[in-house]
């Protein structure tokens, strides 16, 4: 995927096991994978849910109710919602959060 704002151009290939970033000024590269979990009423009283991309889901996976998604399997999109979630980490990652509703 590439994509083209006014400083430079980005370029992300999520696959299945990393997803890789490159612009002109960073490369980044951190795991393909989502997780979702529920917080209980000990950890916070609104007991809402928690989302998380990259290393950080991993890291959320130490938790037995945390369910982890590849987003992207045999090269076609899995889950939408874990596919979109990673894309937007990844242009959050290469500085380019004013432009995340053109995606």
Same mark, same amino acid.
């Given at each position: 995927? +590439? #994509?083209?704002?006014? !400083?430079?151009?980005?370029?992300? *290939?999520?696959?299945?096991?990393?997803?890789?970033?490159?612009?002109?000024?960073?490369? @980044?590269?951190?795991?393909?994978?989502?997780? %979702?979990?529920?917080?209980?009423?000990? =950890? *916070?009283?609104?007991?809402? %849910?928690? +989302? $998380? &991309?990259?290393? !950080?889901?991993?890291?959320?996976?130490? #938790?037995?109710?945390?369910?982890? /998604?590849?987003? /992207?399997? +045999?090269?076609?999109? $899995?889950? =939408?919602?874990?596919? &979109?979630?990673?894309?937007?980490? $990844? @242009?959050?990652?290469?500085?380019? +959060?004013? !432009?995340? !509703?053109?995606?």
């Amino acid at each position: 995927m +590439e #994509y083209k704002n006014n !400083d430079d151009i980005i370029a992300i *290939d999520a696959v299945t096991g990393f997803v890789k970033c490159v612009s002109a000024h960073m490369q @980044v590269l951190f795991p393909s994978v989502y997780g %979702t979990r529920k917080m209980t009423r000990w =950890e *916070d009283p609104k007991e809402g %849910t928690i +989302e $998380a &991309v990259g290393y !950080d889901a991993v890291r959320m996976s130490i #938790y037995p109710d945390t369910v982890l /998604v590849r987003a /992207v399997l +045999e090269g076609r999109i $899995a889950e =939408e919602k874990a596919f &979109v979630a990673i894309i937007r980490e $990844a @242009v959050r990652k290469l500085g380019c +959060e004013r !432009d995340l !509703d053109h995606l």
